[in-house]
């Protein structure tokens, strides 16, 4: 719910910046535009940091090298990650009815080339659009342990892909090289997962390993962050 909210407040930001350059785009002109031939800046944005007693979160966290073409046109190479892990515990699930201790950490690897495209280079809250190809690589980690009773469950997925993103952002400029930056992205992929599984129980130790193709699809990062240009 939190995320869905999130989007709408970006959207509707996007919204009301776009109309407000079109009827002013007078009186901002020129006067916060680094976007000339040749700059470079560097991108550092990031999402929520949050967590709870069982858990620690972050999200998104991209790093961003841009070399402009000219005042509306520009490309960057990026790098991204995410993580979190968590640990709590559940009773009565169990076929002994004990409670299971369990534990489970993921981490994200994300890059990728886009070309970027100002629709109103000469404003002060400048909007844009980027895409490309993109990779991603994901590791996940789960563990549980059944007390009382010497059983444990293991599994560990690796899965990569391959495929595009697409983001739309707003740039405003509070310095003549320094701007904020919010960013709303969605990629899509195709690729591998293999998953392992180890196990042990009264029927001894289990191992089964599977690999699979996979495709996903995410639509929900957005971040906000800074720009440096120079």
């Not at 950490?105 to 659009?129: I, P, T």
């Not at 969605?186 to 130790?205: D, E, F, H, M, P």
Request: glycine share 10%; with cysteine; hydrophobic share 35%.
């Amino acid at each position: 719910m939190k995320k869905i909210v999130l989007i709408i407040l970006f959207s509707f930001s996007v919204v009301v910046f776009s109309k407000g350059i079109t009827f002013s785009q007078d009186t901002n002109r020129i006067n916060y535009n680094c976007l000339a031939d040749k700059k470079w800046s560097l991108v550092f944005e990031a999402g929520t940091i949050f967590g709870s007693n069982y858990s620690s979160n972050y999200k998104s966290f991209l790093l961003t090298g841009k070399y402009h073409l000219d005042k509306s046109n520009a490309v960057r190479l990026f790098i991204g990650t995410y993580g979190n892990t968590s640990e709590g515990e559940a009773s009565g699930i169990s076929s002994y009815g004990n409670m299971i201790e369990k534990s489970s950490k993921n981490f994200d690897l994300e890059g990728g080339l886009q070309y970027v495209r100002y629709l109103n280079a000469d404003s002060k809250v400048k909007v844009y659009f980027c895409f490309g190809p993109y990779v991603k690589y994901n590791y996940h980690y789960s563990y549980g342990e059944e007390m009382n009773v010497y059983e444990y469950d293991e599994r560990i997925d690796d899965t990569w892909g391959i495929g595009c993103s697409a983001s739309l952002g707003v740039e405003y400029f509070i310095l003549d090289n320094i701007s904020l930056v919010g960013e709303y992205s969605a990629n899509g992929t195709i690729g591998k997962s293999q998953s392992t599984y180890n196990s042990l129980s009264v029927y001894g130790i289990q191992f089964l390993r599977i690999d699979t193709d996979k495709s996903e699809f995410e639509f929900n990062k957005m971040r906000l962050g800074f720009s440096v240009y120079f």
